[in-house]
């Protein structure tokens, strides 16, 4: 048994962008601005492969270990891309979310996840979510924390919580579960990406660097989960 052509949920760690910029002796800013190109590519591909939730890593909780400048130089990336592309995006059908922690982030970096999730949040065509100051250990220890406040005011018993439960105080409680999570570069690690939600997700990991990803990577990942066997703790396909 095969699983369905196209994943419905797709996450993507868009890693390698340094690498990909030493390789040709360039700044690590010059890696990341081309890691845009591939996301902007990576969004149309997706659309037209019938993708309805693709979900991409862009700075994690932990990437504020870097130099202050490349820090300021995802930032204004970000920026940019919102700024740049979300009219084109709501034009194409696009819903755009924004998931991580907004404590540390700049009122203006802020008010711009605000407008762009407000001005396209009537859109259902293909649901991009950018994890940005996101990282699984943070987003569950807040969620933790909502709930500690919500049975403290008496709005829940702690006997309610389970899995269900808890993960609508996920920033993610809107999506489902991603079925396929790529990450790029040949780093065969999570690094803090939706933990929770990765429970039963398919892994591929692609040698290519974020820079290089496109259209046909994206087909690549697709035909590998294909051949995959979703079991989710049964027995599969061997079922009766
Ligand atoms: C991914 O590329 C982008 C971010 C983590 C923000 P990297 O900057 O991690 O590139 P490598 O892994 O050093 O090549
Ligand atoms: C993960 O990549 C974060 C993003 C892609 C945004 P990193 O490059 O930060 O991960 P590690 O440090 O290699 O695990
Ligand atoms: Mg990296």
Redo the contacts with the bound molecule.
């Keep these: 048994m095969t699983n369905a052509p196209t994943p419905q949920h797709v996450a993507i760690i ?7 910029a030493k390789q040709r002796g360039r700044p ?1 800013t010059f ?2 601005a081309e ?1 845009v190109e591939a996301l902007r590519r990576t969004v149309e591909a997706a659309g037209e492969l019938g993708v309805c939730y693709l979900t991409v890593f ?3 909780t932990e ?1 504020w270990r870097r130099p202050a400048e490349e820090v300021t130089a ?1 930032f204004d990336l970000l920026r940019l891309y919102v700024a740049h592309d979300l009219d084109k995006l709501v034009a194409e059908g696009v819903r755009v979310r924004i998931i991580g922690s907004r404590a540390g982030l700049q009122p203006d970096i802020a008010e711009i996840i605000d407008h762009a999730e407000s001005r396209s949040k009537h859109n259902d065509k293909l649901n991009l979510t950018i994890a940005f100051n996101y990282g699984g250990q943070d987003e569950i220890a807040r969620a933790a924390r909502r709930i500690a406040e919500d049975a403290v005011a008496g709005k829940i018993a702690p006997s309610e919580i389970n899995p269900a439960h808890f993960a609508a105080y996920l920033d993610t409680c809107e999506l489902p579960a991603p079925d396929l999570v790529i990450r790029t ?1 040949g ?1 065969a690690r999570l690094s803090n990406f939706l933990l929770w939600q990765a429970a039963y997700a398919e892994l591929v990991f692609d040698d290519v ?2 820079p290089d990803f496109g259209k046909a990577s994206l087909e690549r990942a697709f035909a590998e989960f294909r051949h995959r066997e979703r079991r989710y703790g049964g027995h599969g396909s061997e079922q009766a």
Excluded: P
């Design positions: 868009m890693d390698g962008n340094g690498r990909w690590r890696g990341h890691g862009g700075f994690s990437n995802l570069s780093e660097l974020w």
